[in-house]
């Protein structure tokens, strides 16, 4: 396992979706992590990470709606998504930052008005 995202679906306006990332600990223990976005026709954008002190930030599009957590047993980093938007649709990522030149393939988050 390098980076490997998943659960992204489809999901109306207004609803939840939770996403995991199981990242090789080669990438996990020694980078801060963060979670990217790309949208149709859009460049790939970071969303959502930690930085020092396991601080978060996030950007204003999403703040308040999506939160980012991890679990250091488990190797894993997630991204709570509340309060969808069809604005949220896009192919999600979680990447170090700064990212790292290898990409998983991410998952596909599909948000209905």
């Known amino acids: 396992v390098q980076l490997q995202a998943s659960g992204g679906g489809f999901v109306q306006a207004g609803g939840s979706l939770k996403l995991s990332c199981a990242a090789s600990a080669s990438i996990f223990s020694f980078n801060y992590m963060g979670w990217y976005r790309q949208a149709p026709g859009k460049e790939r954008e970071l969303v959502a990470r930690?930085?020092?002190?396991?601080?978060?930030t996030y950007a204003g599009s999403v703040k308040g709606r999506l939160t980012i957590s991890r679990d250091n047993t488990k190797g894993t980093v997630y991204l709570q998504m509340n309060s969808l938007k069809p604005e949220d649709t896009a192919i999600y990522y979680c990447?170090?930052?700064?990212?790292?030149?290898?990409w998983g393939q991410g998952t596909l988050v599909t948000v209905s008005s």
């Open positions: 990447n170090a930052v700064p990212a790292l030149r290898m």
């Open positions: 930690f930085t020092s002190g396991g601080s978060t």
